[in-house]
């Protein structure tokens, strides 16, 4: 008998994976309720049989409680210790979500992927690696299909190849085949509690290994070296400077922080015994993934990034890095509770990085006290009149480059719809500067 037969389950947040868990537990027999801080009325059921599932939706959704329910099903973005899911948990209800249950049914041999950033270009090109090799490879997760959905498909011969966030992995109690960790520093500090519930969740991802598992880690960044000595698993390390010559020649991929990301793609690859010709030639194929340091378009000498992705200073740091043209640098967006100094002292030092554009509720903060460059705030200017702006000032030969290092939410639904706005902009410019 399957355990979630008529049994009552609360589901937290309809978003990807909420509709991959509903439907899964419909299957299972389960009676579940959806609860959504969305009003019901503006609720997106497309796939759910909606007549099968009670729905608690609006403002205070949970404020009724958890309490009678068997299991709850948490959505990534909910946060684990909400006093109303600790409250249930202490009467007995037993709190999972969908990357739990998908470890705990799944078949075949699962690659995780950790890192403050850099997971979906790691990922991504694991995923090519072993699909090129003719591995049966699956991509789930946030870049990828949904997990549950998938099950039905897969065997014992089957790879699976996923991205785990610190909102995934906080409350895991199983590690995956092979754990790829990459750079840990930080970030998500308006939803976790303090840095180091930051770094406990993601432990989790070598935590439960055992000696036939891998640990890939990247020995550049102490916090990541440091899972080492929390996995029984073999540990093999990789950085930048490690890597073959061979890797780091004729690629499409820009940017010197990707040849992080290549060689823990690399590392994992031979952990599966991929032959090498293969990793190589699609590592040389490799373009990057969208809103990545993109490249979008060049207008009159002037290249243009896409680099929306970056929510948080590090991979704006990486951005700057990988230009020795002058630079004119889009910064801002809404409040993640991150620090910024290093990125200020990054600016202050490149010498290429001619101007700064500001925008958004913290741009000003992100640029406080740099000194020697042009800035020039936007605040919540249109994506349009941002991007014309960038044009005006940068000379022939330079690039702009959107690498905001902070989130989204103040201005724009989330970082794709800023990239996509931004590329829209860029497409729609005059070849002549007005």
Same mark, same amino acid.
């Given at each position: 008998m399957d355990k979630y037969l008529n049994k009552k389950v609360a589901v937290l947040g309809l978003g990807i994976e909420g509709v991959d868990a509903i439907n899964f537990l419909l299957a299972k027999g389960a009676k579940i309720t959806l609860f959504e801080q969305k009003e019901n009325k503006n609720l997106d059921f497309e796939g759910i049989q909606k007549a099968k599932i009670k729905i608690v939706s609006g403002k205070n959704y949970l404020s009724g409680g958890l309490k009678d329910f068997d299991y709850i099903v948490r959505s990534p973005g909910i946060y684990r210790f909400t006093p109303e899911i600790v409250e249930a948990e202490a009467s007995g209800a037993k709190v999972t979500s969908a990357i739990k249950i998908f470890f705990e049914e799944c078949p075949g041999k699962i690659i995780g992927v950790t890192g403050t950033k850099g997971k979906g270009t790691t990922s991504t090109l694991i995923y090519r690696i072993l699909e090129t090799s003719g591995k049966e490879v699956y991509l789930v997760g946030n870049i990828g *299909?949904?997990?549950?959905?998938?099950?039905?498909?897969? /065997? $014992?011969? +089957?790879?699976?190849?996923? &991205?785990? %966030?610190?909102?995934?992995?906080?409350?895991?109690?199983?590690?995956?085949?092979?754990?790829?960790?990459?750079?840990?520093?930080?970030?998500?500090?308006d939803w976790h509690?303090?840095?180091?519930?930051?770094?406990?969740? *993601?432990?989790?991802?070598?935590?439960?290994?055992?000696? /036939? $598992?891998? +640990?890939?880690?990247?020995? &550049?960044? %102490?916090?990541?070296?440091?899972?080492?000595?929390?996995?029984?698993?073999?540990?093999?390390?990789?950085?930048?400077?490690?890597?073959?010559?061979?890797?780091?020649?004729?690629?499409?991929?820009?940017?010197?922080?990707?040849?992080?990301?290549?060689?823990?793609?690399v590392a994992a690859a031979k952990c599966v015994e991929i032959p090498d010709k293969i990793i190589l030639n699609v590592v040389k194929a490799f373009r990057g993934l969208e809103h990545r340091l993109e490249f979008v378009r060049e207008v009159n000498g002037i290249k243009f990034y896409n680099d929306s992705f970056a929510t948080g200073p590090q991979p704006t740091i990486a951005a700057i890095n990988s230009f020795t043209e002058p630079e004119t640098v889009i910064l801002g967006g809404s409040e993640k509770g991150l620090e910024f100094k290093e990125l200020r002292k990054v600016i202050e030092q490149k010498e290429n990085v001619r101007n700064l554009i500001t925008i958004g509720l913290i741009g000003k903060k992100i640029v406080r006290g740099i000194k020697k460059k042009k800035i020039i705030d936007l605040g919540t200017t249109p994506m349009t009149q941002i991007v014309k702006k960038a044009f005006e000032i940068t000379p022939k030969g330079g690039v702009v480059i959107l690498s905001p290092a902070a989130a989204s939410f103040d201005m724009f639904e989330n970082y794709k719809d800023r990239g996509n706005q931004f590329k829209k902009a860029v497409r729609q410019l005059n070849e002549k500067k007005d």
């Open positions: *299909k949904p997990y549950l959905q998938l099950l039905p498909k897969l /065997s $014992d011969k +089957s790879w699976v190849i996923v &991205e785990l %966030s610190s909102f995934q992995l906080i409350d895991m109690k199983a590690s995956p085949h092979i754990a790829v960790v990459l750079n840990i520093t930080q970030d998500h500090l509690k303090d840095r180091e519930e930051y770094l406990k969740s *993601k432990e989790n991802i070598v935590k439960y290994q055992n000696s /036939s $598992d891998f +640990s890939v880690i990247n020995e &550049e960044y %102490s916090q990541s070296k440091n899972f080492a000595k929390l996995s029984n698993a073999k540990i093999i390390f990789f950085s930048k400077n490690s890597l073959e010559q061979k890797y780091k020649v004729g690629l499409q991929l820009k940017g010197e922080h990707n040849l992080e990301n290549i060689a823990a793609a």
